[in-house]
């Protein structure tokens, strides 16, 4: 099992940005995979999940948009209306099983069994 998380770089404000996760060794369709991310001197926090549900944390929604693409093995995060505080290291990570996550909350790392590498946000004028 692998995930791989691309597309980090420096946007400015107001700007977008997609990431990509690309996933191998499992069935993405039958896995819930999360976007988390880490800013500096922060706790690591949950942004969007795809699986059961399609979830965000109320800082991101309506500005980024998760989704999946089963034929290429990869979920997507848009990022649109980028601010500061969206600075941060992302990671993509794979949930153990969808009731693992309704028992532990989707936004608990402790649902999760398999992590990609993390990459770098970071908007700045």
């Known amino acids: 099992v692998q995930l791989q998380a691309s597309g980090g770089g420096l946007v400015q404000p107001g700007g977008s940005l997609r990431l990509s996760c690309a996933t191998s060794?499992?069935?993405?369709?039958?896995?819930?995979i999360t976007w988390f991310r880490q800013a500096p001197g922060k706790k690591r926090e949950g942004v969007a999940c795809?699986?059961?549900?399609?979830l965000y944390a109320d800082a991101v929604r309506d500005r980024f948009t998760i989704s999946r693409d089963s034929l290429r093995n990869t979920v997507y995060l848009q990022m649109n209306n980028l601010k500061s505080e969206d600075t941060a290291v992302y990671y993509c990570?794979?949930?153990?099983?969808?009731?693992?996550?309704?028992?532990?909350?989707?936004?608990?790392?402790?649902?999760?069994?398999?992590w990609g590498q993390g990459t770098l946000v970071t908007v700045s004028s």
């Open positions: 990570a794979r949930a153990a099983s969808w009731k693992l996550v309704e028992a532990v909350g989707v936004w608990s790392e402790s649902a999760y069994d398999y």
């Open positions: 060794g499992f069935t993405l369709d039958s896995y819930a």
């Open positions: 795809v699986g059961s549900l399609t």
